[in-house]
């Protein structure tokens, strides 16, 4: 084991490249207004089963009617809103440890489903997007008669 020397000028530096790093991004995330804002990202289960994909984004506290899903280019996105309906102040006590915001979850699609058949369904805090998988073409050999 190596023993090293307190410095506490070179901690105050570390401090300092700190703070310069989050200014920095912080100016960076004004300069650009046209990136999307995220506040936070849902946590997500995927699975597939023998008929279809599955996604299910954990949103507790998200309206259906705040919550998004589009397919495009065979990439299905979802996003919304969590509102935060009300702040609770007690005497000097405040706390809030819940995430708010806007947010947005993307995922490639697999070439063999069927994108017009998908589903959503909000239950108990849990969106569950269900892909169907396109039909199976039948691969047998075949036949073909020469005319």
Do not use: C, H, W
Not at 17 to 39: G, H, I
Not at 89 to 106: H, I
Request: net charge negative.
């Amino acid at each position: 084991m190596r023993i090293t020397r307190f410095d506490p000028f070179r901690e105050l530096q570390n401090m300092q490249k700190t703070f310069e790093y989050m200014n920095r991004l912080m100016q960076s995330a004004e300069a650009a207004p046209e990136a999307p804002a995220v506040d936070f990202v849902p946590a997500v289960n995927t699975r597939e089963a023998d008929d279809a994909y599955y996604i299910e984004v954990d949103l507790p506290g998200v309206k259906k009617e705040d919550i998004n899903i589009d397919v495009k280019d065979n990439v299905l996105t979802i996003s919304g809103e969590r509102k935060i309906e009300e702040e609770r102040k007690e005497e000097d006590f405040y706390r809030v440890e819940s995430f708010y915001g806007k947010f947005e979850r993307s995922f490639s699609l697999p070439e063999d489903v069927d994108a017009d058949k998908i589903e959503a369904e909000a239950k108990d805090g849990v969106l569950t997007v269900k892909i169907p998988k396109a039909q199976s073409v039948d691969k047998a050999p075949k036949k073909i008669e020469i005319k």
